[in-house]
């Protein structure tokens, strides 16, 4: 039975809890024993708190049988990833800085998983306060990917697509400010999606770089994952980015073909760089499209060749910004020995921040001084807005557009460590969505020659969500993939 309740689905799941076959705790405990047998080999999740885990089960399965009222995620676990704030939990982002801080409120997106009566399952790991592609800057352990041990699940929300992967968790909760939703997802092989900028609040997400990050799902299906959408998204009013829009019923229009589908496909993502592998299942998806009648264009985002430069003068200068509230004076961590004020505040951001933070708040302080304000931050906004108006001509001759997530499968552990500009160039597909503040979504599509997943993006006009799954409910539907599980008990560390 425990092995049956990991392999499941989250739809799936809810149906056995609703038909009374399995109950809450036994769904919980099938995944809390999960990451016990595998997490070792993983090392997806930061923290878990197995009883508090057991009690919240037991509650939901308490109010079942009362016959009270029950939400929409009733037992289900979710993994939420180490940057997400959920009342007496830690929110550590991965960094020394924030070891010992525990969260004294939910984050929106969690009051709402509570809402839905979802079980909160563990904190999930993740790059450094989400800086990076590689999950390799946590300052506790480096998450592997469950399909190879020596290689990357991606970055940052690694953690999350891992433990997604792996069957510790049904669905799990990520953030997204230049990719790090997708690009895990494709090289774990699971769906994972970033909403519109606005259409999920960013209250209670510790911040890197606040006109990029994004909340969003990770699942195993497309189904499941407009199911965790449609439950997170909606107007908070405690987030000035917040939009004020309706939220539809995503799944209630999931499996209604899209008729005269336009497909864009961009020149500029099939150039020198894509790997061969990558190249042949992304096209081999489009074929799968054409097939049902699609009609697919090429479309110009003429200005994206800018994007890795674009992000990296815009989000390091909003981490500048948003980190500078680490200074040991209010919370978190405070270095043991100094002398005086500046000493103290540069003794702790020295210890308290790992390399590529440091790196990212060094860049940002750059651009935004004085002298260089004008010549990078103000020059990099005006791209930006260019970048936009590419994708509002693109999503007047297209519905969605499809391409690669990224430019290589999963690379190995500490291949790119050392080389930051090729760290950053793995990004370089899925930074315009953020840039612009358009959804994209990575589907799987295949697997390289190696046995690597390979995932497809899918992107869309802004708040076009409810399109963008009907499209990647398509593609699964019609392609179907075959659902092929990661070999987790030839890893170091793997039981099973």
């Given at each position: 039975?425990?092995?049956?309740?990991?392999?499941?689905?989250?739809?799936?799941l809810?149906r056995?809890?609703?038909?009374?076959e399995v109950s809450?705790?036994?769904?919980a405990?099938?995944?809390?024993?999960?990451?016990?047998?595998?997490?070792?080999?993983?090392?997806?999740?930061?923290?878990?708190?197995r009883?508090q885990?057991l009690a919240?089960?037991?509650e939901v399965?308490?109010k079942?049988?009362t016959?009270?009222?029950?939400?929409?995620?009733?037992g289900?676990?979710?993994?939420?990833?180490?940057?997400?704030?959920?009342?007496?939990?830690?929110?550590?982002?991965?960094?020394?800085?924030?070891?010992?801080f525990?969260?004294?409120?939910?984050a929106?997106?969690?009051?709402r998983?509570?809402?839905?009566d979802?079980v909160?399952?563990g904190?999930?790991?993740?790059?450094?306060?989400?800086?990076?592609s590689?999950?390799?800057?946590s300052?506790?352990?480096p998450t592997r990917?469950?399909?190879?041990?020596?290689?990357s699940?991606?970055?940052?929300s690694g953690?999350?697509?891992a433990?997604?992967?792996?069957?510790?968790?049904?669905?799990?909760l990520?953030?997204?400010?230049?990719g790090?939703?997708?690009?895990?997802?494709?090289?774990?092989?699971?769906?994972?999606?970033?909403p519109?900028y606005?259409?999920v609040?960013r209250?209670?997400?510790?911040?890197?770089?606040?006109?990029?990050?994004?909340?969003?799902p990770?699942?195993?299906?497309v189904e499941?994952a407009?199911?965790?959408l449609?439950?997170i998204a909606?107007?908070d009013?405690?987030?000035?980015?917040?939009?004020?829009?309706?939220?539809p019923?995503?799944?209630?229009?999931?499996?209604?073909?899209?008729?005269?589908?336009?497909?864009?496909?961009?020149?500029?993502?099939f150039?020198?760089?894509l790997?061969?592998?990558?190249?042949?299942?992304?096209?081999d998806a489009?074929d799968?499209?054409r097939?049902?009648?699609?009609?697919?264009?090429e479309v110009?985002?003429p200005?994206?060749?800018y994007c890795v430069?674009?992000y990296?003068?815009?989000?390091p200068?909003?981490a500048?910004?948003?980190?500078?509230?680490?200074?040991g004076?209010?919370?978190?961590?405070r270095?043991a020995?100094?002398?005086?004020?500046?000493?103290?505040?540069?003794?702790?951001r020295?210890?308290?921040f790992?390399d590529?933070?440091?790196?990212r708040?060094m860049?940002?302080?750059?651009?935004?001084?004085?002298?260089y304000?004008?010549?990078?931050?103000?020059?990099?906004?005006?791209?930006?807005?260019?970048i936009?108006?590419?994708?509002?001509a693109a999503?007047?001759?297209?519905?969605?557009?499809?391409?690669?997530?990224?430019p290589?499968?999963?690379?190995?552990?500490?291949e790119?460590?050392?080389?930051?500009?090729a760290?950053?160039?793995n990004?370089?597909?899925?930074?315009?969505a953020?840039l612009a503040g358009v959804p994209g979504?990575?589907?799987?599509c295949?697997?390289t020659s190696?046995?690597?997943?390979?995932?497809?993006?899918?992107?869309a006009?802004?708040?076009?969500?409810?399109r963008?799954?009907?499209a990647?409910?398509?593609?699964?539907?019609?392609?179907?993939v075959p659902?092929r599980r990661?070999?987790?008990g030839?890893l170091?560390?793997?039981?099973?």
């Amino acid at each position: 039975m425990s092995s049956r309740l990991t392999d499941t689905g989250a739809r799936d799941l809810l149906r056995l809890l609703e038909t009374g076959e399995v109950s809450c705790v036994d769904v919980a405990a099938a995944h809390l024993d999960r990451i016990g047998a595998v997490d070792g080999a993983v090392e997806a999740f930061l923290s878990v708190d197995r009883e508090q885990v057991l009690a919240d089960a037991a509650e939901v399965d308490r109010k079942r049988q009362t016959g009270e009222s029950l939400g929409r995620l009733a037992g289900l676990p979710v993994a939420i990833k180490d940057n997400i704030c959920a009342a007496g939990a830690p929110a550590t982002c991965a960094s020394r800085m924030l070891e010992q801080f525990v969260s004294p409120y939910d984050a929106h997106v969690i009051g709402r998983l509570r809402a839905a009566d979802a079980v909160l399952l563990g904190r999930t790991n993740l790059d450094e306060f989400a800086m990076g592609s590689s999950c390799e800057s946590s300052a506790f352990q480096p998450t592997r990917n469950p399909w190879d041990a020596e290689r990357s699940p991606g970055g940052s929300s690694g953690g999350s697509a891992a433990a997604v992967c792996a069957g510790m968790a049904p669905l799990a909760l990520g953030s997204d400010t230049g990719g790090s939703i997708r690009q895990p997802a494709s090289f774990c092989g699971v769906v994972g999606m970033k909403p519109t900028y606005g259409r999920v609040s960013r209250y209670g997400l510790v911040a890197f770089a606040s006109s990029l990050d994004q909340i969003g799902p990770f699942a195993r299906g497309v189904e499941d994952a407009a199911l965790l959408l449609e439950i997170i998204a909606g107007h908070d009013p405690r987030d000035t980015t917040s939009v004020d829009q309706p939220v539809p019923s995503y799944l209630d229009t999931l499996d209604e073909p899209l008729k005269g589908l336009r497909i864009g496909v961009v020149p500029e993502h099939f150039g020198e760089g894509l790997d061969s592998d990558v190249e042949t299942r992304v096209q081999d998806a489009i074929d799968v499209y054409r097939s049902l009648g699609a009609e697919i264009r090429e479309v110009s985002l003429p200005h994206s060749k800018y994007c890795v430069a674009v992000y990296y003068i815009v989000a390091p200068s909003e981490a500048s910004s948003n980190l500078a509230r680490y200074d040991g004076v209010h919370y978190g961590f405070r270095a043991a020995e100094y002398d005086g004020l500046i000493d103290m505040y540069a003794a702790t951001r020295g210890a308290g921040f790992g390399d590529e933070v440091k790196r990212r708040i060094m860049l940002g302080t750059y651009a935004l001084s004085s002298g260089y304000y004008d010549a990078y931050y103000v020059k990099a906004l005006k791209v930006r807005r260019l970048i936009r108006q590419d994708f509002d001509a693109a999503f007047q001759e297209v519905d969605v557009i499809a391409g690669p997530v990224t430019p290589a499968p999963a690379f190995r552990i500490g291949e790119l460590i050392d080389d930051p500009l090729a760290m950053y160039l793995n990004d370089i597909y899925t930074i315009s969505a953020n840039l612009a503040g358009v959804p994209g979504i990575s589907l799987p599509c295949g697997f390289t020659s190696s046995e690597l997943p390979v995932g497809l993006q899918l992107m869309a006009a802004p708040f076009e969500e409810e399109r963008l799954l009907r499209a990647a409910r398509m593609y699964e539907r019609e392609a179907d993939v075959p659902i092929r599980r990661p070999p987790l008990g030839m890893l170091p560390g793997g039981s099973v």
